[in-house]
């Protein structure tokens, strides 16, 4: 037990190879590449809006469909029904996510760069901290938005849960809510992340077993005898 514990903290200090670092380093590009594109789109269809209703979800701002208008569709709908207006000052969770995935991407390319088995396993708590805290975060929100209804609104509904993976009735609209792009690259960050470290502390297993010396067995043949 004191042996494989004496391994892992070596391994903890052992740095970076170089194609760990590498992996690293390209591994910083889809981070980058989520903050341009929606992380979560929204859309509706009903008889009266054949075209459907949508909105993306970027880590920084939110866009409807159809140059922007459809937000306005929505929020016409959402008021006759009760539901708070969707409006960016609303969203204060999207204030801080590009502040997040900076801090990772700056992390994450110093972890590339002189970084080691602890620095590493710092970055793969870190990132899963920040993300399962960001959609936890829309979780409640959408929970939110579906129970803090006006109690004088013109057509009265019980509480619901929107949407939140897959489609759902509600009246005559369907609903759909499906991650995009930019959940996709984050996803790729994580696991990336995730397969580097796995693999950096199995490296360091195997060198630490070819590094200890192996003891020789014991001599079992009989002693030569004395002489007389």
């Known amino acids: 037990m004191k042996g494989r514990m004496q391994r892992f903290s070596d391994s903890l200090a052992r740095p970076l190879s170089g194609r760990e670092r590498l992996a690293v380093a390209l591994l910083v590009i889809p981070l980058l590449l989520s903050f341009w594109v929606p992380l ?29 208008k459809d937000i306005r569709e929505i929020n016409i709908l959402n008021h006759y029904i009760g539901m708070l ?31 080691n088995g602890r620095s590493l396993i710092d970055l793969f708590v870190l990132t899963g ?35 939140l993976f897959g489609t759902k009735q509600l009246a005559n609209f369907t609903t759909h809510s499906f991650p995009q792009l930019g959940a996709v690259f984050i996803l ?32 079992l043949g009989h002693e030569a005898p004395a002489p007389a």
Request: aromatic letters at 14%; zero cysteines.
């Open 40 to 68: 979560w789109r929204i859309s509706m269809e009903a008889p009266q809006y054949p075209d459907g209703l949508s909105m993306d979800i970027y880590p920084h701002t939110i866009v409807g469909g159809h140059d922007g």
């Open 85 to 115: 207006p969707i409006d960016r000052t609303h969203l204060t969770d999207l204030d801080w996510m590009p502040f997040a995935i900076g801090g990772l991407v700056l992390f994450a390319l110093r972890v590339a760069l002189i970084g």
């Open 129 to 163: 901290y920040v993300f399962t805290f960001a959609f936890a975060r829309f979780v409640f929100k959408l929970w939110t938005y579906g129970h803090d209804l006006n109690p004088d609104a013109p057509v009265k509904i019980p509480g619901f849960m929107p949407v």
């Open 188 to 219: 790729v960050f994580i696991l990336g992340v995730a397969v580097v470290t796995v693999l950096h502390f199995l490296a360091g297993r195997r060198a630490a077993k070819r590094a200890t010396p192996t003891t020789p067995p014991a001599d």
